[in-house]
């Protein structure tokens, strides 16, 4: 059977599904090393600035061919739906920051502007801002974020000022809230990708730049984490593409980490393994629904890291490194990117990066586009957002090395459970059409994923659909308790609770 026919074929998976499975080697889970520690709030998610203020984001499919943007209304953050979804992914952090906030100008007190200003683009009033933090607040997931560099926060010399940021800081604390890390702005490396940027921007300038930034930050608020560069593709997308035309010039992540070592409190950096058919003619190549479970797609995400790495090794040695934005594909994400065929990739990355140290992964985005963990137009949590609930409540913060598999389709990855206490916690990706079978070695509680066909937007655990109930409760997430050995049916994901482990990492 082809890969391609297994992605429609939902009676032949089931088939699958049951047939005999591969032995596992006893993983001793008791055994595992420790590999190290992530951040308790490791999976978070970004809420675009664009989203806050209302304007020209990635258009939905089904438009018209060329059609890259559509004028979408600002994000009704006080929505008990969204809220509640939003808790069952807590603690967090919540990034609003991306391309479009790097020339977004805040209102100043008693302003009501029908326009922007010279040298911006979008108007973010105060009471949007004030419903930033108050979702913040409600959801557990302090705000991180960047500022607007474009021509409007800039004076007669071309120096950026800090009038925007410290307004922004000031209405922040006004509203009972905090900022809990930012970049300087978004994705430096394509300074000129935006609207009203400077023209002509290099390394020098950025380094003069970040310098006023830095110092400012460092005055005004010494709590804030500073994060940076927050560069994207080099070590894959814009490697071997020059930059298309519309972003205007690149700046290497290096040349700017030159201006200004050991000035960062971690080293930011995006990931995006391509681009959707939006940014087609961008000459990237677009993401490819047959590669998904391939290695050579999983892995990117590793290449990347490896890539930023070496820079922090380099300029910011010892600092840890957070991947401050993240998806299937930029420009929204391809139409597979909302269904259960991209789940893999998600937790696979999850998994990828804590062991290589990575401190935060931030998901692109919450509730906008074919990428969102949630649909905008429904609410309805989409495959990736199940699957960061279960992560979120078997795999902890202390990451522990990956038991044997039996099978290169299998991939696995450990960490201590949450409680610690012993135990840990797997979470178990089968890339393949036979089943497998995974050794838990006693008692366990286990949650199994599965979509039939692959690329449905629909996913069953334990072989029910979850779901949000009145109340505001996740349902359909009840464990089920195996002694032993846990089935793993081809082209599947489980998770597993092995309270009584005994690893003495996890005490």
């Known amino acids: ?3 391609a026919k297994t992605l429609f074929a939902g009676a032949a998976l089931i088939a699958l599904s049951v047939a ?11 055994k595992l090393a420790r590999l190290g520690t992530v951040h308790e709030r490791y999976q978070a998610y970004n809420v675009e600035m664009v989203e806050v203020t209302g304007g020209r984001f990635w258009a939905p499919y089904g438009g018209p061919a060329d ?14 739906r969204l809220i509640a979804l939003a808790r069952g992914l807590g603690p967090s952090l919540m990034r609003v920051s991306g391309t479009w906030a790097n020339n977004t100008y805040l209102e100043a007190p008693g302003e009501r502007l029908s326009a922007p200003p010279p040298g911006f683009v979008q108007v973010l009033t105060r009471a949007q801002w004030q419903n930033v933090v108050a979702f913040s607040k409600a959801v557990d997931a302090p705000i991180v974020t960047s500022f607007a560099v474009s021509n409007g926060t800039r004076d007669a010399t071309g120096a950026w000022t800090t009038v925007q940021a410290q307004r922004l800081l000031e209405l922040t604390r006004e509203s009972g809230g905090t900022l809990y890390a930012a970049e300087f702005f978004n994705e430096p490396n394509v300074p000129t990708a935006a609207p009203e940027a400077p023209r002509q921007y290099d390394a020098a300038n950025y380094g003069s730049d970040f310098r006023i930034f830095r110092d400012w930050a460092r005055k005004n608020v010494p709590e804030m984490l500073i994060l940076g560069p927050g560069g994207v593709g080099e070590a894959g997308l814009l490697k ?4 298309a035309n519309e972003f205007g010039t690149h700046v290497s992540t290096e040349s700017m980490m030159q201006q200004n070592p050991n000035s960062v409190d971690a080293v930011s950096y995006h990931f995006y393994g391509s681009v959707s058919q939006r940014c087609l003619g961008l000459g990237i190549g677009t993401a490819q629904k047959a590669d998904a479970l391939t290695a050579r797609w999983l892995d990117l995400t ?24 993240t998806a299937q594909a930029a420009c929204g994400g391809s139409p597979w990117a909302a269904t259960f065929l991209d789940t893999f990739r998600y937790l696979n990355q999850n998994g ?22 949630i ?26 090395a990956a038991p044997r598999s039996p ?16 135990g840990v916690g797997l979470v178990a990706l089968n890339t393949g059409e036979a089943a497998q079978q995974l050794n838990l070695e006693g008692k366990a509680t286990t949650w199994t994923m599965t979509g039939q066909p692959l690329d449905t937007r629909e996913v069953l655990i334990n072989g029910n659909k979850p779901g949000l109930a009145a109340n505001g409760e996740l349902t359909g997430l009840a464990g089920t308790p195996v002694n032993g050995r846990l089935a793993i049916p081809g082209h599947a994901i489980a998770f597993a609770a092995v309270p009584g482990a005994n690893n003495p990492a996890c005490r």
Not at 67 to 80: A, K
Not at 302 to 325: C, F, H, I, M, Q
């Open 352 to 373: 990828a990066l804590a062991q290589k140290g990575v401190q935060v992964v931030m998901h692109n985005t919450l509730a906008a586009s074919d990428y969102a963990l």
């Open 240 to 243: 071997d593409v020059p930059v």
């Open 302 to 325: 590793s290449r990347d890291y490896d890539y930023y790495a070496a820079l922090r090794d380099k300029y910011e040695p010892g600092k840890p490194v957070w991947n401050t934005e």
């Open 375 to 400: 649909d905008q137009d429904t609410l309805q949590p989409r495959p990736n957002y199940w699957a960061a609930v279960l992560w979120q409540r078997t795999m902890g913060a202390t990451v522990l």
């Open 20 to 30: 005999a499975p591969a032995q596992s080697p006893s993983p001793e889970l008791g």
């Open 1 to 3: 059977m082809t890969f």
């Open 407 to 422: 099978s290169p389709a299998l991939r696995i990855y450990a960490h201590c459970l949450p409680q610690k206490q012993g």
């Open 67 to 80: 059609e890259r943007y559509r004028q979408r209304p600002p994000i009704d953050l006080s929505d008990p």
